[in-house]
Nanobody, 127 residues
Framework: QVQLVESGGGLVQAGGSLRLSCAASGRTFSTYAMGWFRQAPGKEREFVSGISASGGHTNHADSVKGRFTISRDNAKNTVYLQMNSLKPEDTAVYYC????????????????????WGQGTQVTVSS
């Protein structure tokens, strides 16, 4: 199990950028696949981006492809979500999630694949 703490959320105008960070506890961060999810008011939580334990494989939801980039620094126990060209529909609480991964190349999309979650960080995009 890992503890996750997100940061970097805030208020930004449409077209702007933000970088979210998720710091993880523990010495085995490099064995965990990571994911970013978001939940807008009145909507279900949805997958945004995922990255393998090695960092060599990623996956992004169609709604954010070409605008968002997930990355990780295993030496710093941190995963990032760079968000560019933000739109009002990106407004949501963004959550970081982790799961142990036997295979360093696997990326996980379903929310129920992830047992460990952060508390979330609010991202608000104004039009």
């Amino acid at each position: 199990q890992v503890q996750l703490v997100e940061s970097g959320g805030g208020l930004v105008q449409a077209g702007g950028s933000l970088r979210l960070s998720c710091a993880a506890s523990g010495r085995t961060f490099s064995t965990y696949a990571m994911g970013w999810f978001r939940q807008a008011p009145g909507k279900e939580r949805e997958f945004v981006s995922g990255i393998s334990a090695s960092g060599g494989h990623t996956n992004h939801a169609d709604s954010v492809k070409g605008r968002f980039t997930i990355s990780r620094d295993n030496a710093k126990n941190t995963v990032y979500l760079q968000m560019n060209s933000l739109k009002p529909e990106d407004t949501a609480v963004y959550y970081c999630a982790a799961r142990f991964s036997y295979f360093s190349r696997d990326v996980y999309l379903p929310m129920d694949e992830y047992p460990d979650w952060g508390q979330g960080t609010q991202v608000t995009v104004s039009s």
